[in-house]
């Protein structure tokens, strides 16, 4: 059973373009981690969001937390070829171990 | 800033051998942990370590090892590597579970080839 399951899949857009990338869960989150991987690379952590409602931005990013602490958004404002990755959510359910998504991987074309 | 270090970034052994991969954390981390990444079935938790000289079975264990004689240090042990171990092995770090900074830290992974 996926515990975080994450939409779309894949994502092809031009440079300049706006996207959403959903993180969505049945279950309840201390805390979710979105993280982007480039091929060859470790995930490198982007933020972490703590609070049900909570909103946080980076530069062009802004994450958000669902109120009930089961789901998060990346909104990606005027993407960039640099943004080009695979984007990973990630989240402890409780106390339980660490639960990844299967990640969005996404595109930017110049 | 936290930083965790792996041993190698590519490695190429033979089937048989014996692999060791290391990773170390900087950040007085309780926690460390072992995955290993393939195309389509994304991250996978081989080992996790909540203490010294603790270990817990992950979700593949078969055909791995673990060792953390310290704190700092996690070791993933092959004792007989076989071609379906060719994989990219991403080590991590965390603060305790469930705990306000419990985020994981990634190293910058290895990427074995077993021949």
């Known amino acids: 059973t996926q515990l975080l399951e994450q939409s779309p899949q894949f994502l092809s857009i031009q440079e300049g373009e706006n996207l959403t990338v959903y993180c969505n869960s049945s279950?309840?989150?201390?805390?979710l981690q979105w993280y982007r991987q480039e091929p060859g690379e470790g995930p490198v952590l982007l933020v972490t969001?703590?609070?049900?409602?909570e909103v946080k931005k980076l530069k062009r990013l802004t994450f958000q937390f669902g109120d009930a602490r089961k789901d998060s958004s990346l909104h990606i404002t005027a993407a960039q070829p640099g943004d080009t990755g695979l984007y990973l959510c990630a989240g402890s359910p409780g106390s339980q171990n660490f639960v990844f998504g299967p990640g969005t991987r996404l595109s930017v074309l110049p | 800033d936290v930083k965790v270090t792996q041993s190698s970034r590519y490695l190429v052994k033979r089937t048989g051998e014996k692999v060791f991969l290391e990773c170390v954390q900087d950040m007085d981390h309780e926690n460390m942990f072992w995955y290993r990444q393939d195309p389509g079935l994304g991250l996978r938790l081989i080992y996790f370590?909540?203490?010294?000289?603790?270990?817990e079975k992950g979700d593949i264990p078969e055909g791995y090892s673990v060792s953390r004689e310290k704190k700092e240090r996690f070791s993933l042990i092959l004792e007989s590597a076989s071609t379906n171990q060719t994989s990219m092995y991403l080590c991590a770090s965390s603060a305790p579970l469930g705990s306000y900074t419990d985020t994981q830290y990634f190293g910058p992974g290895t990427r074995l080839t077993v021949l």
């Open positions: 370590s909540y203490d010294v000289k603790m270990k």
């Open positions: 969001v703590v609070t049900g409602g």
């Open positions: 279950s309840v989150f201390s805390s």
